[in-house]
């Protein structure tokens, strides 16, 4: 069974950047499309971001060019840098195999406030 934790949250002000980071352990990373979501109280989960195997990636259409993801399979590690902050991005930010996904972890809270 696999699991992920999820890093780099925090508060940050209007403009603002953040970079998220999420390690991934028990399935072989390198061969999975990742993603990572976000969840605001009350609302459902909403994909952000999704990377293939060969690093090619996707947006949502509200990211509008602000946020950029990567990956590390040496490091099993999922990466979201985002820049351009609205208050709009506070959520808690997950991680997760893009199909055939695995247990939640407990994410990052992102935060933007003036």
């Known amino acids: 069974q696999g699991y992920f934790v999820e890093s780099g949250g925090g508060l940050v002000q209007p403009g603002g950047s953040l970079r998220l980071s999420c390690v991934a352990s028990g399935f072989l990373f390198h061969l999975h499309p990742m993603a990572w979501y976000r969840q605001v109280p009350g609302n459902e989960r909403e994909l952000v971001a999704e990377?293939?195997?060969?690093?090619?990636?996707n947006y949502a259409d509200f990211v509008n060019g602000r946020f950029t993801i990567s990956r590390d399979n040496a490091k099993k590690t999922v990466y979201l840098e985002m820049n351009s902050l609205t208050t709009e991005d506070t959520a808690v930010y997950y991680c997760?195999?893009?199909?055939?996904?695995?247990?939640w972890g407990q994410g990052t809270q992102v935060s933007v406030s003036s």
């Open positions: 997760n195999r893009r199909t055939a996904k695995l247990a």
């Open positions: 990377i293939m195997s060969s690093g090619a990636s």
